[in-house]
């Protein structure tokens, strides 16, 4: 291959530099890929979270998205924030039309200072039309819960999930408690295989979500469908970026990978 591949990322703009479409470009450059962007919204953000969102016209997303699947060849694609219905909905009409590429589905719903980023019906939506069409869907533990509908048990439902839409979910756990950190790949056919890692204590976690599955989108493009090794390649990358700057001293906690 003469150049980089080419991974898409269909997220929102972060002002703060610390989570969104940023993370995804440094997450996307660090695997010696590069990064296209269509830009779902321009978001405010400060280091002690949301402040303002400006939402992209679908109309004006989708013509973004139609013009760089045509004049690229794109070897992987990512979403993130993707912020109503009708952009979940046109998203997942566009990548109907590209099957063969891999795409990881990052369904943020909720910011890390808790603001909600996508209505009951978008969920909806994204359960129904993306992630039967996602490679791998990953979502934390509070995303799972939404998407899962409050069910009881989330990792059984989480199963049934991923049973019904015929596609993996990557359940991440840096949102638990204890001393390891135990993200679960739950297969479609019901095998389940666990990353376990010591988990790395540090206020840098702005954005953690966006690099991670930025980072497998890109370890995906040079290796298509081997999403084993995909996941625990970015996982290690992830890991090595927070330990490395653990301790520094960022502003209402920093970015996680740069």
């Not at 703060?16 to 978001?43: E, Y």
């Not at 280091?47 to 679908?58: N, R």
């Not at 049973?163 to 679960?184: F, M, N, Y």
């Not at 790949?185 to 666990?194: E, F, Q, T």
């Amino acid at each position: 291959m003469d150049t980089p591949p080419y991974v898409l990322t269909i997220s929102g703009s972060d002002s703060s530099g610390r989570a969104g479409m940023q993370t995804d470009n440094r997450a996307i450059h660090a695997v010696g890929a590069f990064p296209l962007n269509v830009v779902t919204a321009v978001t405010l953000q400060s280091p002690t979270g949301v402040e303002s969102i400006q939402m992209m016209d679908a109309d004006f997303v989708e013509a973004q998205l139609r013009s760089i699947l045509k004049a690229y060849r794109v070897r992987a694609i990512k979403s993130g924030m993707l912020g109503n219905t009708e952009i979940v909905r046109r998203v997942a009409q566009v990548l109907a039309e590209y099957p063969d590429i891999p795409y990881v589905l990052d369904p943020v719903l909720r910011s890390t200072s808790g603001a909600g980023l996508l209505e009951p019906d978008g969920v909806a939506v994204l359960r129904s039309l993306l992630m039967p069409r996602a490679t791998v869907t990953t979502p934390n533990l509070n995303e799972l819960e939404i998407l899962c509908e409050g069910a009881g048990d989330v990792f059984e439902a989480a199963a049934q999930l991923a049973s019904a839409c015929r596609q993996s979910i990557l359940v991440k756990g840096g949102h638990a408690t204890g001393p390891d950190c135990e993200d679960w790949l739950l297969y479609p056919d019901g095998r389940r295989y666990c990353f376990c890692a010591k988990r790395i204590e540090t206020r840098n976690t702005r954005g953690t979500g966006c690099a991670l599955s930025a980072l497998i989108a890109a370890y995906l493009a040079w290796k298509p469908y081997e999403l084993e090794v995909s996941i625990a390649a970015a996982k290690d990358q992830l890991a090595a970026a927070l330990r490395e700057h653990s301790k520094e001293a960022w502003k209402g906690g920093g970015p996680s990978f740069y």
